[in-house]
């Protein structure tokens, strides 16, 4: 199944070689599908903090884009109709903004929060999991920042990646 909204404009600044800002490129972001039949797209990683940017070359097309780098990874995610997200747990801290659409915020506690069109969630390296309960695509926006693992009463929790 392929994602019925629209494909996604990127339009990336840079400095020319007397320091002023221009349009270095512009161009349409092509999606992975990924399991559940989702569409990710990576607008643009980082591989440290602060963010190297005195390369003007496409940091989003590098091979080694994981879920999380040591830096930032922005990426778009549509996720079709009536889809069940696995639970995960990345260490990061993400901000995710509801585009299109709305998803469902599943976590391991067994609550379930609907998140609609402007609406935001600050995901703190939880169990958690995206499920679209509707009958029409959703569009999340994701920045995902490398965090320490959290300790939880003495126990440091650890990425869980088995159910995607």
């Not at 990924?34 to 990710?40: K, L």
């Not at 990576?42 to 080694?64: F, L, M, N, Q, R």
């Not at 009958?135 to 990425?159: H, T, Y």
Request: aromatic share 4%; net charge negative.
């Amino acid at each position: 199944m392929t994602s019925p909204l629209p494909p996604l404009r990127r339009v990336v600044t840079y400095h020319n070689n007397a320091g002023k800002g221009f349009v270095a490129a512009q161009n349409e972001i092509a999606a992975e599908m990924m399991p559940h039949g989702v569409a990710s797209s990576v607008i643009w990683a980082t591989k440290s903090h602060p963010a190297p940017i005195s390369d003007p070359g496409d940091s989003a097309k590098a091979d080694d884009i994981g879920m999380v780098t040591p830096g930032s990874v922005a990426r778009i995610v549509d996720i079709p109709p009536h889809t069940k997200g696995g639970l995960h747990r990345t260490i990061s801290l993400d901000y995710i903004l509801v585009l299109e659409g709305s998803v469902t915020l599943s976590l391991d506690d067994g609550s379930r929060t609907v998140v609609k069109k402007g609406e935001l969630v600050v995901q703190q390296a939880t169990m958690h999991g995206w499920d679209n309960e509707s009958d029409e695509w959703a569009r999340i926006f994701c920045v995902m920042l490398q965090a320490k693992s959290p300790v939880i009463n003495g126990v440091q929790l650890e990425e869980d990646l088995t159910q995607l």
